[in-house]
């Protein structure tokens, strides 16, 4: 089978890895790719959101299935447009139609349907530039903090949490009349703020039945301890320590399930991953956001354990056969730390000559890259999250400490990675 996986970042690396394993992957080829995954099967230089050239890539390279690293082109389309071009009628396409990337695409489309479904999460009120008097005096009466939330994408960057009902008010002006996030807070939803501890569960669907992957916590935050500005990731755990049997089945009995079947009943076409962030308070469980995709950096523990043929599974759920398939997990813990370049997420250089690439890893160590590219002289850093170091062993607490071993290894200037993932479980705390 030839795959052409969309994508550049370390999600799609680690997707590249699993893929390429599979005695069932003749080919695999990534667009646009990265020097890692180049390791891994062909880079093509195609953006992920260029419709018409993944088209041709998939007639000129006969490929048999498409997997849609990145939310961008789906909440675009490329599903939709995939499916209506003449000669690929046969291709298998992972990932979920426009609308049903919606989820993702838009807060105020993805709490509506949460509301339908009875699927427990903040309660919320939505508001445009039309309604920002109603707005104003909707802030002025909730309980602190508020939680605004640019509708559309906004590249993790979209997210406010506000102390005082003046800044509330002030930020609501400032997107959207003044465009603070562009498009994406065209519409604002303001939310109810929930107290808790967070951690993400995905599945793999085929828009009817589905299968649950190993649950991850990414860490968002520059600063150890969880302090500074928020990122698009700086580490992640899997298992989860707090997760227990009890509450993943309130997850599934009360999340998981009347989503998936809430796609089913209202006709959308879902074909892959559904990214469940959710938030614990008071044992229970609610909802923060849906992904239309699987996260950055959780991909890079969850793949690391799941020991089925990842092409076996896209291929279940691209034909509506997942009750025939069942996830095998590996026990052990899995923890990734990512290496980010000196002032992310503020203004960093790039550039950067990368050293260590090539050395030997202790066992159960992978390198994933993302903002890299190739300079005259090697391997040189092109963004502000660069590489991440993912480990498996029989604890987080080891998993942890030999990702940071093996990240030692790796050198260049200004580079810079948390020390403290999964800090606030005790018992596991490095």
């Known amino acids: 089978m030839n795959i052409l996986l969309l994508g550049a970042g370390c999600r799609e690396h680690a997707l590249a890895w699993k893929l390429s394993q599979s005695p069932r992957c003749t080919h695999l080829f990534i667009a646009p790719g990265n020097p890692g995954t180049a390791h891994c099967g062909t880079n093509l230089p195609i953006p992920a959101t260029d419709f018409e050239a993944i ?3 998939c007639r000129t390279h006969s490929v048999d299935m498409v997997v ?3 939310e961008e082109p789906l909440v675009n389309g490329i599903v939709d447009h995939l499916h209506t071009q003449p000669g690929l009628e046969s291709l298998l396409v992972i990932g979920p139609a426009k609308e049903a990337a919606q989820l993702e695409g838009s807060k105020a489309y993805a709490k509506a349907f ?7 999460t903040a309660a919320y009120r939505e508001f445009t530039a039309s309604s920002l008097d109603e707005g104003i005096a909707y802030l002025r009466q909730c309980p602190l903090p508020i ?8 590249a993790g960057k979209g997210v406010l949490i506000c102390q005082s009902h003046n800044e509330a008010i002030t930020e609501l002006g400032a997107m959207l009349t003044e465009a603070k996030f562009g498009a994406a807070g065209q519409t604002v939803v303001v939310e109810e703020f929930l107290d808790g501890i967070e951690l993400s569960v995905f599945a ?3 828009g009817r039945r589905w299968v649950l992957l190993p649950e991850a916590k990414d860490y968002k935050r520059i600063g150890e301890g969880d302090t500074g500005l928020n990122t698009g990731g700086m580490g992640a755990i899997s298992p989860v320590p707090f997760a227990d049997e009890a509450f993943m089945q309130k997850v599934i009995t009360r999340i998981v399930a009347p989503t998936i079947a809430g796609l089913d009943a209202e006709g959308l076409e879902y074909t892959g991953f559904v990214f469940f962030g959710l938030i614990k308070v008071n044992g229970e469980p609610f909802v923060i956001e849906y992904n239309c995709r699987l996260g950055d950096p959780e991909t890079e523990v969850v793949i690391p354990r799941i020991g089925n043929d ?4 896209l291929e279940a759920a691209a ?13 052990r813990a899995a923890a990734t730390i990512m290496a980010v370049s000196g002032g992310y997420p503020g203004t960093f250089r790039k550039g950067m000559s990368i050293t260590g690439l090539d050395a030997p890893l202790p066992a159960g160590s992978i390198l994933f890259q993302a903002g890299t590219t190739s300079g005259a002289d090697g391997i040189v850093t092109a963004g502000g999250r660069v590489l991440c170091m993912s480990s ?3 604890t987080l607490r080891e998993a942890v400490a030999q990702s940071r071993t093996a990240l030692d290894l790796i050198r260049y200037d200004g580079m810079y990675f948390r020390k403290d993932i999964g800090w606030e479980f005790a018992d596991d705390k490095p």
Do not use: C, E
């Open 55 to 57: 088209t041709n890539a």
């Open 68 to 70: 849609v690293g990145p």
């Open 114 to 120: 949460m509301q339908r479904h009875s699927i427990p």
């Open 147 to 154: 939680v605004l939330k640019a509708d559309g994408l906004a």
């Open 204 to 206: 793999l669907t085929d």
């Open 310 to 313: 990842l092409v076996d599974l």
């Open 319 to 331: 034909l509506k056969k997942l009750d025939s398939l069942s996830i095998r997990t590996d026990p």
């Open 392 to 394: 498996l062993a029989p």
